[in-house]
C-alpha cells in the first residue's frame, strides 16, 4: 500500500523580463550587395540572452533567387548558438528586389553579420 | 511588478496499511491552487487558514512560503519578507525561498540583500532558470540595458582578388 503526500510550495518566478517593452535600436551598417534589399527584418534578441547579459554576432550566408526571396540560408559563423536561430528567421524574411525578365541572375550569394549587442541605459 | 507563480509537486511513497491519496491539508492545497490561479487574495486566505492545521515542518513550511509568495503578489512586500525569513530561518538549505525572498528585495528596492540571496539560491542551485529569471530583474534594476542589434551587409572577403604592385 502507498500512502502520497502532496504539499505545494509556491515558487515566485520572475516576469518576462522588461525586454519586450524595451526599445529596439536596429541599425544597418552597409548594403554592399548586388541586391537591393526590400525588406530587411531584424531578428528578435533572445530572452535568455539579454536576461543573462550575453552579446554576440552571428554570420549568415544564402542565396536570394531571381524573385528576391532567400534561399539556403545557414550560418557560416557564431559566437553564441542562441543567436543562430533568430538570424536565420531574419534572414529568411528578409527580401530584396526582384531582377526583372531580361536581367542576369550573375550572383545569387550574399551574407549579413548581425552583431547582437546590449548598451548601458543613461540617465 | 508582475508576478508568474509556479508549483513545485513533492510526492513522498511509504507503505504502510492503508491507501491514503491526496493533500492532507486542503486548505494549503486549495491556496497553493488559488495562488497559481492569481487569486493572492483567496490563495493567502485559504494558505492562512491551512495554515493553523499544518502538519509536520513540511507543511508549515509550504504555508510560510506560498504566504511569501501571495504577499508579494498582493503588493506586501514587508509581510511577504516575515513569512520568507519564517522559512529561511529553519531551513536555510531552501533556495526556493532565496529565490522568493530575492524578489521581495527587489520590490523593497534593496538590492544588495537580493543580490546576495540570489547567490545563496545559486549557490544551492547552481542551474536554476528560476535564480537567473531574478537575476535579470535584479540587473535590470540596477544595470538597466538597451538592445541593439546590427545588421552588417559588407563582404567580409572582397570578391576580387587584390591585385599587388609586385605581381
Known sequence: MSRIWVVLPLLIVAPALAAD??????????????????????????RKARRDRVEGEVHVCFHINRKGRTRR??????????????????????????????????????????????????? | MLIFVAVQVYADEERDSRTIMGPSNIDLFDGAHALL???AEKGVQLTLRGLKFAQGHREEKA???????????????????????????????????????????????????????IKKGQALKPRSEKLKDVKGLYLDAVDPVTENITIDDRRKVPQTPVERPDQ
Open chain 1, 21 to 46: 517593452d524595451a526599445p529596439l535600436v536596429a541599425r544597418v551598417v552597409d548594403a554592399y550587395t548586388d541586391r537591393i534589399p526590400v525588406q530587411t527584418v531584424v531578428p528578435i534578441y533572445p
Open chain 1, 73 to 123: 540560408v545557414g550560418v557560416r559563423t557564431s559566437t553564441n548558438r542562441a543567436f543562430e536561430r533568430p538570424s536565420i528567421k531574419a534572414v529568411s524574411a528578409s527580401t530584396f528586389r526582384p531582377l526583372a525578365e531580361d536581367e542576369p541572375l550573375r550572383e545569387i550569394k550574399s551574407c549579413r553579420t548581425f552583431i547582437f549587442s546590449l548598451e548601458p541605459v543613461l540617465d
Open chain 2, 37 to 39: 490561479a492569481r487569486d
Open chain 2, 63 to 117: 504555508g510560510h512560503a506560498n504566504l511569501c509568495a501571495g504577499f508579494l503578489m498582493l503588493g506586501q512586500a514587508e509581510t511577504a519578507l516575515l513569512h520568507c525569513d519564517w522559512v529561511i530561518e529553519r531551513d536555510p538549505n531552501y533556495w526556493r525561498t532565496y529565490n522568493n525572498r530575492a524578489l521581495v528585495y527587489l520590490h523593497l528596492q534593496r538590492f544588495d540583500e537580493s543580490d546576495a540571496d
